[in-house]
């Protein structure tokens, strides 16, 4: 059964906030998160959730944000910026972010966030508080990228696998088991050239100081 509105956008809003860094911020908004995820129905979304939740409530704030880092920041593989997955680092990319800027602009929602737009959590946040018809496209325009990287996070054992599971279950059809699977849902996308792990170069090293920032 399709989830109602409310409950994809409690989803949504809930893994944009486990997928941040887990600054001061983000730790106090936690609770607030875990009320939100106890209220929702059954299933796969608040069970995925739930685990990442009791994750994150069992260990040091520093360990958390320790891990964060080796796992975002350090592996070409988990990377949270949807258009790196389908247009690596070159010119095209730079044109697929202006048009998600004007994207979020035409449903209202301002961007003067120094965070690229096509960062997950940004792009969840969109979904659950601006546009979520629109929002949910959008992921799934995205979703090749999504699965590799839910892939990538259960291949390197991090909690954070179960928040974009949550996402993905959300999204229509099931999810691809392997990564060639997951590559073929790009078939109808950009030259092959500029998709697919082992093709696209290392994103950009930043600093996490919280996301979006």
Request: with cysteine; charged share 20%.
């Amino acid at each position: 059964m399709i989830p109602d509105a409310r409950t994809q956008a409690t989803v949504l809003q809930a893994a944009s906030v486990c997928l941040q860094y887990p600054d001061d911020g983000v730790l106090a908004t936690l609770p607030l998160v875990r009320r939100a995820v106890d209220s929702l129905p059954p299933g796969v979304p608040r069970e995925r959730l739930a685990a990442f939740l009791d994750h994150a409530q069992a260990v040091a704030p520093g360990e958390l944000c320790r891990h964060y880092v080796s796992v975002f920041d350090t592996r070409r593989r988990c990377c949270l910026y949807l258009t790196w997955w389908t247009d690596g680092e070159t010119r095209r990319r730079g044109a697929a972010l202006a048009a998600l800027k004007a994207r979020y602009r035409a449903a209202g929602m301002g961007w003067d966030s120094p965070e690229l737009p096509d960062f997950l959590p940004a792009v969840l946040e969109y979904a659950a508080t601006a546009d979520l018809a629109d929002g949910l496209a959008l992921l799934q325009e995205h979703r090749a990228g999504i699965e590799l990287l839910r892939l990538a996070l259960l291949d390197a054992d991090t909690p954070y696998a179960a928040a974009v599971e949550a996402v993905c279950a959300l999204l229509p059809g099931p999810s691809p088991a392997d990564v060639a699977a997951a590559k073929a849902l790009a078939r109808n996308g950009p030259p092959r050239e500029q998709v697919g792990l082992d093709l696209l170069p290392f994103p950009t090293a930043r600093t996490p100081t919280g996301a979006p920032r």
